[in-house]
């Protein structure tokens, strides 16, 4: 019994691991109308994700009504001269737009039918694995994916090494009880 109590705070630590290893699910702008065209550039989306730590797996959620607007994941050079008409990713579906971080690197989102034009578009910079957990203080910078790396052979570097370390320490716990 005494060994069970002193297995505790070693289960909880392992719960906890386990926490860290699921991506957060993230409004976007923090409010449910939030994707829209800005009443001033002071309302900027942009503003709002500066001061935002995105991680890998984490998921950007956006409720907007999907009748009258969507959101177009483009590259850097659409976004800068709001071009619709290739974009990466389109989501019309309104309050069940919800898009993976699956990288580090920036993410670029417009909206469609002249709404980029009037501000409605913002960058997600999504941290990189060795700067998660920078100094305080540091100015924290992501590097860009692997050229030629595809979604299906990149690895969720933060989420894998953390469910690692969780699942190994579990095992160890269990070991030590056999």
């Keep these: 019994m005494a060994s069970l109590r002193s297995s505790v705070p070693v289960l909880a630590m392992v719960f906890v691991l386990f926490g860290l290893c699921e991506g957060k699910d993230i409004l976007v702008g923090g409010s449910e109308n939030a994707w829209k065209i800005p009443d001033s550039s002071s309302v900027s989306l942009n503003i709002w994700a500066e001061k935002k730590r995105f991680k890998v797996g984490d998921f950007l959620i956006w409720k907007y009504d999907g009748k009258v607007d969507s959101v177009l994941q483009v590259t850097k050079e659409n976004y800068l001269s709001c071009n619709t008409s290739n974009p990466i990713k389109e989501y019309k579906?309104?309050?069940?737009?919800?898009?993976?971080?699956?990288r580090s690197g920036p993410f670029y989102f417009i909206g469609a039918d002249g709404h980029c034009q009037k501000g409605q578009k913002f960058?997600?910079?999504v941290m990189s694995e060795k700067h998660n957990n920078p100094p305080v203080g540091s100015p924290t910078l992501a590097t860009a994916p692997v050229p030629g790396q595809t979604r299906a052979n990149r690895a969720h570097p933060q989420s894998h090494g953390c469910c690692f370390l969780a699942l190994a320490s579990l095992l160890a716990v269990a070991f030590a009880f056999v």
């Design 93 to 102: 579906d309104g309050n069940n737009t919800k898009v993976e971080l699956d």
């Design 123 to 125: 960058i997600v910079i």
